[in-house]
């Protein structure tokens, strides 16, 4: 599968951006998809993650209640509508798929990425 990951940009802190992965391959309903993030100096960190049916989501502790997963398996696209965004966001977030069952939280659980798209937040 190809990940092509959109919709990044620059926000002021407390505004809200959607970002989008476009799957291509196999539909995204054969995959648990997540969304990770790297800030600049440190390692890529997990965000958000959703099962094959969209029915399961997990998030990191840093973006519950502000962010949110969702996914279209008839279009094969992965969305995280971020709100209340802080400074400390700023990052590139990517978009990554699972082959295998189980909402997990490593890099290394990932088998496919996409590119990143990069999201300021100025305070």
């Known amino acids: 599968v190809q990940l092509q990951a959109s919709g990044g940009g620059l926000v002021q802190a407390g505004g809200s951006l959607r970002l989008s992965c476009a799957a291509s391959g196999r539909t995204s309903n054969s995959y648990v998809m997540g969304w990770f993030r790297q800030a600049p100096g440190k390692e890529r960190e997990f965000v958000a993650a959703?099962?094959?049916?969209?029915?399961?989501?997990h998030y990191a502790d840093s973006v519950k209640g502000r962010f949110t997963i969702s996914k279209d398996n008839a279009k094969s696209t992965l969305d995280l509508q971020m709100n209340s965004l802080k400074p400390e966001d700023t990052a590139v977030y990517y978009c990554?798929?699972?082959?295998?069952?189980?909402?997990?939280?490593?890099?290394?659980?990932?088998?496919?990425w996409g590119q990143g798209t990069l999201v300021t937040v100025s305070s």
């Open positions: 959703i099962s094959r049916s969209g029915v399961v989501t």
């Open positions: 990554a798929a699972r082959v295998s069952l189980g909402v997990y939280r490593g890099t290394d659980d990932y088998n496919y």
